[in-house]
């Protein structure tokens, strides 16, 4: 189908080339690795502490939490992956909101509606000549 012939075309751009060498990098990197290790068992440790109302424990934990997540986000190839991962995000959202779009502007027009007004000819019709009643 044209779905997955333009999903292919997506997965071959250059910012999702770029996206997958970013994400290739990280997993590579041992000192990010340590960090994202740290972070995971220091969140389930948050969880245990919020379960037992340990709000003094909690808040120190947040905060180691806080200082790791800053300390990877300073590091070039997570900002690289972030940035690259945005990206790509941004082009889908606009791939799919284009094509949604497209969809209902021809449903549309196709109808005899109006784009701008985003009704149906069957919208218009039903409000009958004079264009308000009914």
Request: glycine share 6%.
């Amino acid at each position: 189908m044209r779905a997955k012939e333009l999903a292919k075309m997506i997965a071959n751009t250059e910012e999702v080339d770029l996206f997958k060498r970013a994400e290739a990098q990280i997993h590579k990197n041992e000192n990010v690795r340590t960090r994202i290790d740290k972070i995971k068992a220091l969140q389930k440790h948050a969880v245990n502490l919020q379960h037992y109302g340990k709000t003094e424990a909690l808040k120190k934990v947040e905060a180691q939490i806080d200082a790791l997540q800053a300390e990877l986000e300073a590091i070039p190839v997570v900002q690289e992956f972030q940035s690259s991962q945005t990206y790509v995000n941004d082009l889908l959202q606009l791939v799919a909101s284009t094509i949604s779009n497209t969809v209902t502007d021809d449903i549309l027009i196709s109808t005899g509606g109006n784009v701008l007004k985003g009704e149906t000819g069957a919208e218009i019709a039903s409000k009958g000549a004079c264009g308000t009643c009914m």
